[in-house]
């Protein structure tokens, strides 16, 4: 595309940026020191926290990425001419050096940033609504900053500047997290709160800030300077009628005026939304099979080690395993998921349980249990027993769950002459009664119902692997093998997600199998991020995995 088509798409994208701002082309603005009129691509005059700003845009289509000089130049041009932020939009893309000189600007009554037009277009996407519970937010991101909606310990979400990831921006000493408070009696009110969090803040010098003018809620901005903390913490309280929003904001104080700054904007325009039925995600990582192919035939004809990058698509879960993938270059192709209902049930509970909602974990967990118990007695089958003792104590039993997890008990009884342990009749009240479990007690069913699982698959591994394992093909949706006989053949892939529950790798040794929940939350967290596959030849991954060949025979 020419200058002008190019231009007209940078115009579109940031109209689609400012809703109702008003946005003018091939603007002439009289500069402030050189007293001459300046050309402006396009002019925004939007309105932040009531007050006008003016964003300055500049469409560069130009052959070579921008650099550190182009930054600079437009620098002092949005000096010239007043700019509160600036937006750099390259046909080429930018250096490195370009986009850390933007992002490192000293003044802090400026703000910038450097984007390709691919980036711009990603920018409209800079909305969220972090939840917890049935309370939630809608979120829009500050200039130059990103939401990562990873959960983590202690926050629903975090802020930080473009370009970097948490770490990153952890080392620059400029980010955000999110939280929530749910109103309660110990802490009713914002008043309450502040009190409470003022307790464990005994060693810091704590000073409060006015927030900013909201009608239809109150705001508090506290500043708290902490020893032990490297740069002050600024934490900005929202409250609504029946929970408090609240974003901690750590930031140097050479940067904290313009970092305080999107801390205020986010208090004012952050809306307060309802979750109706709250539920559990679980994403799967699935794979391109035709990108894999196409990689897989590069790789045999260069004959070396040779790294390549195959894009993922990720989906919900699905019940009969098979799965449709349109990957980013736009190859259509089928992949299933060689995995049993048991072991994405419990995976389907840890995630629940992730996200803070202890009710659909029980449930998943409990299904998880059901599901393990008909696979019990399929591998009991396969192994030459009968199944007359299970089904004896499958009839006295009074309800469902109880029989199923009755009838496995008398089923371990049978095949490996001892008990494995049981559920402690409490735990049955979870699934039974129109009950909300607390967290607590959430952990404590998944950490039995985890322990009766693995220790029934290594009690199965001991004396019955090898009907489990043909129990486990049998069983598995899984279409096994990858063909493509020529340019029209249907490619289908195969593929099997790490769970905690896993048939294929049953616990070793002879000490009884201890379950925690809360030790796979890590990994979920892991999961959740971002991830491209890596496709290597099998001398490449004898060098980066020593123990490669033992692995393999194992497996």
């Not at 992002?103 to 450097?114: F, K, P, R, T």
């Not at 393990?372 to 591998?379: D, I, L």
């Not at 009991?380 to 027993?385: A, D, E, L, P, V």
């Not at 985890?450 to 949706?477: D, F, H, I, N, Q």
Request: net charge negative; hydrophobic share 40%; aromatic share 8%.
């Amino acid at each position: 595309m020419n200058w002008r088509e190019y231009e007209e798409q940078v115009f579109l994208e940031l109209e689609r940026c400012y809703p109702g701002a008003p946005i003018t082309r091939n603007a002439k603005v009289t500069g402030r020191f050189s007293k001459s009129a300046r050309q402006i691509d396009i002019l925004i005059e939007p309105q932040v926290l009531d007050t006008p700003i003016r964003v300055v845009v500049d469409a560069k289509n130009h052959a070579a990425p921008i650099d550190v000089n182009d930054v600079e130049s437009f620098i002092s041009m949005m000096a010239d001419v007043g700019a509160h932020r600036g937006i750099l939009v390259s046909r080429a893309g930018y250096t490195k050096a370009a986009l850390e000189r933007a992002h490192g600007e000293a003044n802090q009554d400026i703000e910038l940033d450097v984007f390709t037009l691919a980036e711009l277009r990603e920018l409209q996407d800079t909305t969220a609504i972090p939840f917890s519970g049935s309370r939630g937010v809608e979120l829009k991101a500050p200039f130059g900053w990103v939401i990562d909606a990873t959960r983590r310990q202690g926050c629903v979400a975090c802020l930080y500047q473009r370009g970097y990831d948490l770490n990153e921006a952890g080392r620059a000493k400029e980010w955000m997290y999110l939280n929530f408070w749910h109103k309660d009696a110990t802490s009713s009110n914002l008043d309450a709160l502040l009190a409470l969090q003022a307790g464990n803040l005994r060693d810091a010098r704590i000073e409060y800030i006015s927030g900013v003018a909201r009608s239809d809620a109150r705001t508090v901005i506290r500043l708290a300077e902490v020893l032990s903390y490297p740069t002050p913490e600024y934490t900005g309280f929202v409250e609504f009628d029946d929970f408090i929003f609240f974003a901690v904001l750590f930031t140097t104080p050479e940067l904290s005026k313009r970092n305080v700054r999107k801390l205020r904007e986010i208090l004012r325009t952050v809306t307060p939304v309802r979750i109706a039925k709250p539920r559990s995600m679980m994403f799967i990582r699935l794979f391109c099979p035709t990108c894999v192919y196409d990689a897989s035939q590069q790789l045999r004809k260069t004959g070396t080690s040779v790294e390549v990058k195959v894009p993922v698509a990720i989906s919900r879960i699905l019940d009969d395993g098979e799965y449709e993938v349109q990957c980013g270059i736009g190859h259509v192709s089928k992949v299933t998921l060689d995995n049993l209902k048991f072991e994405l049930l419990f995976e389907m509970g840890l995630n629940a349980l992730f996200d803070g909602n202890p009710r659909d974990a029980v449930i998943s967990f409990a299904e998880a249990m059901v599901q393990f118990h008909e696979f019990w007695q399929v591998v009991m089958t396969q192994s030459g027993f009968t199944s007359d003792a299970a089904e004896a104590a499958w009839k006295e039993l009074p309800g469902l769950s109880e029989r199923q997890l009755g009838a496995f008990v008398t089923a371990s009884l049978v095949l490996a002459k001892s008990p494995l342990e049981s559920l402690d009749a409490s735990e049955n009240e979870v699934i039974h009664k129109v009950y909300v479990p607390s967290e607590l007690e959430a952990v404590t069913f998944g950490n039995t119902v985890m322990s009766l699982m693995g220790e029934g698959l290594r009690v199965l591994g001991k004396v019955a692997r090898e009907a489990m394992l043909s129990t486990y093909a049998k069983l598995s949706p899984a279409t096994r093998g990858q063909s493509r006989n020529d340019d029209t053949a249907e490619l289908h892939g195969t593929t099997n997600v790490l769970t905690a529950i896993d048939v294929r790798r049953p616990p070793k040794g002879d000490g009884p199998y201890v379950g925690s929940v809360t030790a796979e939350f890590e990994r979920i967290r892991r999961e959740r991020e971002p991830h491209r596959m890596t496709l290597l030849t099998e001398e490449e991954l004898r060098r980066r995995i020593p123990d490669f060949d033992k692995t393999k025979s194992e497996t």
